[in-house]
């Protein structure tokens, strides 16, 4: 089982800048990506950024530029952290951390991002 914590969302004014952050625990060995998606409210979740184990990254069309999604790891935790600049309305959202391992993929509870304009 892989254990996903997320923080860092918040309200911030149209321009600012967030940084969240993932950090999975338990059985970790196996993650081959790790990334965040989002949901706004009445709209289906989508992919916003992900990291391979080997470190290549992927970026939704609407992020990119934007955002920046890196990892850390060491023997007990992965940790991945997604830098959000330049953030416009439009991003607001329940962003959501997710780790695939194997056929199966985990999520964290989610943390609520407000862009206000």
């Known amino acids: 089982q892989v254990q996903l914590v997320e923080s860092g969302g918040g309200l911030v004014q149209a321009g600012g800048s967030l940084r969240l952050s993932c950090a999975a625990s338990g059985s970790i060995f196996s993650i081959t990506v790790m990334g965040w998606y989002r949901q706004a409210s009445g709209k289906q979740r989508e992919l916003v950024a992900a990291i391979t184990r080997g470190g290549t990254t992927n970026y939704a069309d609407s992020v990119t530029g934007r955002f920046t999604i890196s990892s850390y790891k060491n023997n007990t935790k992965n940790t991945v952290y997604l830098q959000m600049n330049s953030l416009k309305p439009e991003d607001t959202a329940v962003y959501y951390c997710?780790?695939?391992?194997?056929?199966?993929?985990?999520w964290g509870q989610g943390t609520q991002v407000t862009v206000s304009s």
């Open positions: 997710n780790a695939q391992k194997f056929s199966t993929n985990y």
